[in-house]
């Protein structure tokens, strides 16, 4: 069968490129590349599940067409393209011609009609033509022989749309109603203006009844009040739009069949753009385990990217690619194998004692352990490495026997216990913790090339491979070419010979030295020493204590709880039958939405998902809890299961069985604000705001009888940051004072008093001071607070009234973001915002919001941050017992002895407070008890 594929190019592209919005990828020059990446992955997918045997790839061009003719607002509204969309376009095309699949076409015609005119020429000729699009207007091309073809995205699978979809999903009876309904409904994105007051419920309704947009104009007299008014009076912009929304089949393009026959991707052209594009993953999609983005630097790609024989037939599309089409002599990549190195094997009680001889004469060393896991709480030690100097390093391996393998561990101390010599690693933690369980506590500097390279770019990514291939140009020896690939059949080093651990393991430290003097002078140039050197290194070692120390739990506690919570969902399941009169799979989606929406009718506007069934997330069922009281029970529900499932079920599985104890593992560098995340448990995840949810609390509890749990908690942290930084004054007396900030906020904002201050004022001037550091717009805070949007407009202007310095601080923040490309916290850690300046109102608000968050949620994760390290040091000075267990938001957890508590709790309060110096007094909430819930 003759299976033609075609792609609507640009709207391919805005969705790759808007779908990684919140997690974009970037190489390591800079460039995102979300675009070329999704749109690729998206090729990719569609050629090896569909097998098409024909495929184009259509684009719009500038020039304009009969639309912008006849309706010169046409597509007028429209908002710049991202810029990094447009850098991206380019190497989309590149990657398409790469692929040797044509791009087509035509001055004065959309996308749209091109592949409407050639999917017709297709059909007639005996082709199954998908017209691959997440574009609605399409519909009204679909035949027998003619599909839609919506790609996955978010988690749905594709979804095609024939004769019978379309019918179904416009509730027409021809697949041409679909025209007459775009028509009265218009288009917001294409600024088609349809007529005023007709939605698509009322469209439908309309197209069902009279058929066509003529139709109904014919019979307006039939209508009633607004609707006959409307229709009467915008009749010919009615008629416009629907000229508008018709696809015109007749365009000046030939179906070339040789042209669009599928043929093997050019691996010339597609090899150095994926090197240079940093696609790692994709480049073994194509060509295999073999490639590698260091093999070559983009090779010479020759100017006439559009020319024949990979484009034969059709017209050019116009892309300014003069910057990345200039011919570069490629680069041959390094590698074990073409780099030379002095990597030696110290296996001797005579070779190691050289080593440490050595290593005892140096300013800094750096070192790697291996191991059989990655869980440094629960796995062997199998060999230390060592390297001083680039190109030489040392492999040490260590017996399997547990008392050998300390003995041997052992000889080291006169070196990693020495607090003169500097210690250098990549994810360092990991090394000190597992040394941690073989006697050995390291001392000294630290410099983590991982931690390093989060500071100077914390939205990318820090693992060493990827660093050393994108600042060394230097691929290292892949661990699955020793143990095999990722899943249940991988082995351990302890199955590799010596060899070859020999080598990968001195490599490892060999890169991480050389990446510490790349790293360096960068951390020098971005004024980011003092924050590397004084909060993210020291906090290692307080990190590495917290999670070798873990925290008791209580498992018979959750055990009951467990069962508690399966009555309550029992008793809420039945509730929810008897109120729904029907029994349904709760948890299932689709089922939920039947009954919601079509049997209790509770939203007559009810959007649905892609592939046709009712969204039923939390926030429209959280919208619809005010209409009925079925939905807060279903929202009972689904937080109960999540809490059984995810926690009170989940904890008891990570108990360690070497110390009966569940150690959570903290990650510095995920979070681009500089916040703490944990997993295994995610801890600050632990739900709080409900009651139930609070009682997970009760199962962490101190190790013994003879201990108590101290829990520490910042109180509104943020808030007093926000005042600090934006010097307001009224909110600064206002917590100087001591009063309550959010009656304080309403009392200025409402103009009463601040003992007049109601429930309800307060509420909405609680939910202002949130919002405002995230940026919240009138329609958010009327979303939030469920009131008119002409209301919340209100009190945010007088908000800014009152309190004029936040507004002078956005402001500020945002203009010294647009001048300078980032934001810095109160210690100087930076948030990069490349957006801040795009064209994209879209894309710029986001970049806005990060500027006005990011220094003060920033701020916060430093304050505590520099918190733990002093307690850590102030506990150890003092000989304090107490052990810090837990980090969760903006409190600290402790396990001490019973006869510490009066002891601590001042140490603790007083580095709190004092951790960076404001004119806003911080204040610190403590308690103590025999779990955390008690103590919180």
């Given at each position: 069968?003759k299976?033609?594929f075609?792609?609507?190019?640009?709207?391919?592209?805005?969705?790759a490129?808007?779908?990684?919005s919140?997690n974009p990828?970037?190489?390591?020059a800079?460039?995102?590349?979300s675009?070329?990446?999704?749109?690729?992955?998206?090729?990719?997918d569609?050629?090896r599940k569909?097998?098409?045997?024909?495929?184009?790839?259509?684009?719009?061009t500038d020039?304009?067409?009969?639309?912008?003719?006849?309706f010169?607002?046409?597509?007028?509204?429209?908002?710049a393209m991202?810029e990094?969309?447009?850098?991206?376009?380019p190497y989309?095309?590149k990657?398409?011609?790469?692929?040797?699949?044509p791009?087509i076409t035509?001055?004065?015609?959309?996308?749209d009609?091109?592949?409407?005119?050639?999917?017709?020429?297709?059909?007639a000729k005996?082709?199954?033509?998908?017209c691959?699009t997440?574009d609605?207007?399409?519909?009204?091309?679909?035949?027998?022989?003619?599909?839609?073809?919506?790609?996955a995205?978010?988690g749905?699978d594709?979804?095609?749309?024939?004769?019978k979809e379309v019918?179904?999903k416009w509730?027409?009876e021809?697949?041409e109603q679909?025209?007459?309904?775009?028509?009265?409904?218009?288009d917001?994105?294409?600024n088609i203006?349809?007529i005023p007051?007709?939605g698509?419920?009322?469209a439908k309704?309309?197209?069902k009844q009279?058929?066509s947009?003529?139709n109904?104009?014919?019979?307006s007299h039939?209508?009633?009040?607004?609707?006959?008014?409307n229709?009467i009076q915008y009749?010919e912009q009615?008629?416009?739009?629907?000229?508008?929304?018709?696809i015109?089949?007749d365009?000046?393009v030939e179906?070339?069949?040789?042209g669009?026959?599928i043929?093997?991707?050019?691996r010339?052209?597609l090899?150095?753009?994926?090197?240079?594009l940093?696609f790692?993953t994709i480049?073994?999609?194509?060509?295999?385990?073999?490639?590698?983005?260091?093999?070559m630097k983009?090779a010479p790609v020759?100017?006439?990217?559009?020319?024949?024989?990979v484009n034969?037939?059709?017209?050019s599309?116009?892309?300014?690619?003069q910057?990345?089409?200039e011919p570069?002599v490629?680069?041959?990549?390094k590698?074990?194998?073409?780099?030379?190195?002095e990597?030696h094997?110290a296996?001797t009680?005579e070779k190691r004692a050289?080593?440490?001889?050595l290593?005892?004469?140096?300013k800094?060393i750096c070192?790697d352990t291996?191991?059989?896991?990655?869980d440094?709480n629960?796995?062997?030690?199998v060999g230390?490495s060592?390297?001083i100097?680039?190109?030489e390093?040392?492999?040490?391996?260590?017996?399997?026997?547990?008392?050998d393998?300390?003995a041997?561990v052992?000889?080291?101390?006169p070196v990693?216990?020495?607090p003169?010599?500097?210690?250098?690693?990549?994810?360092?933690?990991?090394?000190?913790m597992t040394?941690?369980?073989?006697?050995?506590?390291?001392?000294?500097?630290l410099?983590?090339?991982m931690l390093?390279?989060?500071?100077?770019d914390?939205?990318?990514?820090?693992?060493?491979?990827?660093?050393?291939?994108n600042?060394?140009?230097y691929t290292?020896?892949?661990i699955?070419?020793l143990?095999?690939?990722k899943?249940?059949?991988?082995?351990n080093m302890?199955?590799?010979?010596i060899?070859?651990?020999k080598?990968?393991?001195?490599?490892?430290?060999?890169i991480t030295?050389?990446l510490?003097?790349?790293f360096?002078?960068k951390l020098?140039?971005?004024e980011?020493e003092?924050?590397?050197?004084?909060?993210?290194h020291?906090?290692?070692?307080?990190?590495?204590?917290?999670?070798?120390?873990?925290?008791?739990?209580?498992?018979d506690?959750?055990?009951?709880?467990?069962?508690e919570?399966e009555?309550?969902?029992?008793?809420?399941?039945?509730?929810?039958?008897?109120k729904?009169g029907?029994?349904?799979?709760?948890?299932s989606?689709k089922?939920?939405?039947e009954v919601?929406?079509?049997k209790?009718?509770?939203?007559?506007k009810?959007?649905?998902?892609?592939t046709?069934q009712?969204?039923t997330g939390?926030d429209?069922?959280?919208?619809?809890?005010?209409?009925s009281?079925?939905?807060?029970?279903?929202?009972d529900?689904?937080?109960?299961?999540?809490l059984?499932?995810?926690?009170v079920?989940?904890?008891p599985?990570m108990v360690?069985p070497?110390?009966?104890?569940?150690?959570?593992s903290?990650?510095?560098a995920v979070a681009a604000t500089?916040?703490?995340?944990?997993q295994n448990?995610?801890l600050?995840?632990i739900p709080?705001r409900?009651?139930?949810?609070?009682?997970?609390?009760?199962a962490?509890?101190p190790?013994?009888s003879?201990?108590?749990i101290?829990?520490?908690?910042?109180?509104q942290?943020e808030l007093r940051i926000i005042?600090?930084?934006s010097?307001?004054e009224?909110m600064?007396?206002?917590?100087?004072?001591?009063i309550d900030i959010h009656?304080?906020?309403?009392?200025?904002?409402y103009?009463?008093?601040?003992n007049?201050?109601?429930s309800?004022?307060?509420?909405?001037?609680k939910?202002?001071?949130?919002?405002i550091?995230?940026?919240?717009?009138?329609?958010?805070?009327s979303?939030?607070l469920?009131i008119?949007?002409?209301?919340a407009?209100?009190?945010?202007?007088?908000?800014?009234i009152?309190f004029p310095?936040?507004k002078?601080?956005m402001?500020d923040?945002?203009n010294?973001?647009r001048?300078n490309?980032y934001?810095?916290?109160l210690?100087?850690?930076?948030?990069?915002l490349?957006d801040i300046?795009s064209?994209n109102?879209?894309?710029r608000?986001f970049?806005?919001?990060n500027?006005?968050?990011?220094p003060?949620q920033?701020?916060a994760?430093?304050?505590i941050?520099?918190a733990m390290?002093?307690?850590h040091?102030?506990?150890?000075a003092k000989?304090?017992q107490?052990?810090?267990?837990?980090?969760?938001?903006?409190?600290l957890?402790?396990?001490?002895?019973?006869d510490?508590v009066?002891?601590?709790?001042?140490?603790?309060?007083?580095?709190m407070?004092?951790a960076?110096?404001?004119?806003?007094?911080?204040?610190?909430e403590?308690?103590?008890g025999?779990?955390?819930?008690?103590a919180?």
């Amino acid at each position: 069968m003759k299976k033609l594929f075609l792609l609507d190019g640009m709207a391919l592209i805005y969705r790759a490129h808007f779908a990684l919005s919140k997690n974009p990828r970037f190489t390591s020059a800079g460039m995102n590349t979300s675009a070329v990446m999704g749109f690729t992955n998206t090729l990719l997918d569609v050629i090896r599940k569909e097998k098409p045997t024909h495929m184009a790839v259509v684009f719009d061009t500038d020039a304009p067409t009969e639309r912008h003719t006849e309706f010169e607002a046409y597509k007028a509204q429209r908002q710049a393209m991202p810029e990094d969309l447009s850098a991206a376009l380019p190497y989309v095309i590149k990657v398409i011609l790469g692929f040797n699949i044509p791009v087509i076409t035509a001055d004065g015609f959309e996308a749209d009609d091109i592949i409407g005119t050639l999917a017709k020429k297709a059909e007639a000729k005996g082709y199954q033509v998908y017209c691959m699009t997440p574009d609605k207007d399409f519909a009204q091309l679909v035949s027998e022989n003619i599909r839609i073809y919506k790609p996955a995205r978010m988690g749905n699978d594709m979804e095609i749309l024939g004769v019978k979809e379309v019918l179904a999903k416009w509730e027409v009876e021809r697949v041409e109603q679909v025209i007459d309904i775009l028509g009265l409904w218009g288009d917001a994105v294409d600024n088609i203006p349809g007529i005023p007051g007709i939605g698509e419920k009322t469209a439908k309704a309309l197209i069902k009844q009279y058929g066509s947009v003529e139709n109904i104009i014919a019979n307006s007299h039939e209508l009633k009040g607004k609707l006959q008014e409307n229709v009467i009076q915008y009749a010919e912009q009615g008629l416009l739009s629907k000229r508008l929304a018709t696809i015109n089949l007749d365009s000046p393009v030939e179906l070339d069949e040789a042209g669009l026959e599928i043929c093997a991707p050019s691996r010339d052209l597609l090899e150095p753009l994926f090197a240079e594009l940093e696609f790692r993953t994709i480049g073994k999609r194509v060509f295999g385990e073999e490639f590698s983005v260091t093999e070559m630097k983009a090779a010479p790609v020759q100017t006439d990217l559009f020319g024949n024989p990979v484009n034969a037939g059709y017209t050019s599309l116009t892309v300014d690619v003069q910057d990345i089409t200039e011919p570069e002599v490629p680069v041959a990549a390094k590698s074990i194998a073409t780099t030379e190195h002095e990597y030696h094997l110290a296996d001797t009680p005579e070779k190691r004692a050289e080593l440490i001889r050595l290593l005892k004469q140096q300013k800094d060393i750096c070192f790697d352990t291996e191991t059989t896991g990655t869980d440094a709480n629960h796995c062997e030690l199998v060999g230390l490495s060592f390297a001083i100097k680039p190109g030489e390093a040392w492999y040490v391996p260590v017996p399997h026997n547990e008392t050998d393998a300390k003995a041997l561990v052992a000889e080291f101390k006169p070196v990693l216990e020495d607090p003169a010599i500097g210690k250098i690693g990549q994810n360092i933690k990991f090394d000190l913790m597992t040394l941690k369980w073989y006697g050995l506590n390291i001392k000294g500097k630290l410099f983590d090339t991982m931690l390093a390279h989060y500071v100077l770019d914390p939205d990318t990514r820090h693992n060493m491979d990827i660093l050393a291939e994108n600042y060394l140009n230097y691929t290292p020896v892949s661990i699955t070419t020793l143990i095999g690939p990722k899943g249940k059949n991988q082995g351990n080093m302890r199955d590799v010979e010596i060899e070859k651990i020999k080598d990968y393991a001195a490599e490892d430290a060999d890169i991480t030295l050389q990446l510490k003097q790349v790293f360096e002078p960068k951390l020098k140039q971005a004024e980011a020493e003092k924050l590397i050197n004084e909060i993210e290194h020291p906090l290692i070692y307080v990190l590495a204590d917290m999670e070798c120390e873990g925290v008791k739990i209580d498992i018979d506690t959750l055990k009951e709880f467990s069962k508690e919570l399966e009555s309550d969902l029992g008793k809420l399941e039945k509730v929810v039958y008897e109120k729904a009169g029907v029994r349904f799979n709760i948890s299932s989606p689709k089922q939920l939405g039947e009954v919601l929406f079509e049997k209790l009718q509770l939203d007559p506007k009810a959007k649905k998902t892609k592939t046709g069934q009712y969204q039923t997330g939390e926030d429209v069922l959280t919208a619809l809890s005010t209409k009925s009281d079925i939905v807060r029970d279903i929202l009972d529900f689904r937080q109960l299961l999540k809490l059984k499932s995810t926690y009170v079920d989940a904890l008891p599985q990570m108990v360690n069985p070497k110390t009966g104890r569940v150690h959570t593992s903290y990650n510095q560098a995920v979070a681009a604000t500089g916040r703490l995340s944990s997993q295994n448990p995610n801890l600050q995840n632990i739900p709080i705001r409900t009651e139930r949810g609070r009682e997970v609390r009760k199962a962490f509890i101190p190790r013994d009888s003879g201990h108590i749990i101290v829990s520490a908690d910042y109180s509104q942290i943020e808030l007093r940051i926000i005042a600090e930084i934006s010097r307001d004054e009224n909110m600064m007396q206002a917590f100087i004072d001591g009063i309550d900030i959010h009656t304080a906020t309403a009392a200025n904002v409402y103009g009463v008093p601040v003992n007049e201050v109601d429930s309800t004022q307060r509420r909405n001037a609680k939910a202002v001071n949130f919002g405002i550091i995230y940026g919240q717009s009138a329609f958010g805070l009327s979303q939030n607070l469920g009131i008119p949007r002409k209301e919340a407009a209100e009190i945010i202007e007088q908000y800014f009234i009152q309190f004029p310095g936040i507004k002078r601080y956005m402001s500020d923040t945002m203009n010294f973001a647009r001048e300078n490309g980032y934001v810095n916290t109160l210690m100087g850690r930076r948030r990069y915002l490349r957006d801040i300046n795009s064209a994209n109102q879209t894309v710029r608000g986001f970049a806005e919001r990060n500027a006005i968050n990011a220094p003060i949620q920033g701020s916060a994760a430093d304050m505590i941050k520099i918190a733990m390290i002093n307690i850590h040091n102030e506990f150890k000075a003092k000989n304090v017992q107490a052990k810090m267990t837990m980090q969760v938001h903006d409190e600290l957890v402790f396990d001490a002895p019973q006869d510490e508590v009066e002891l601590i709790k001042p140490i603790i309060v007083d580095n709190m407070k004092n951790a960076i110096k404001t004119e806003v007094p911080i204040i610190v909430e403590i308690g103590s008890g025999l779990n955390w819930l008690e103590a919180h």
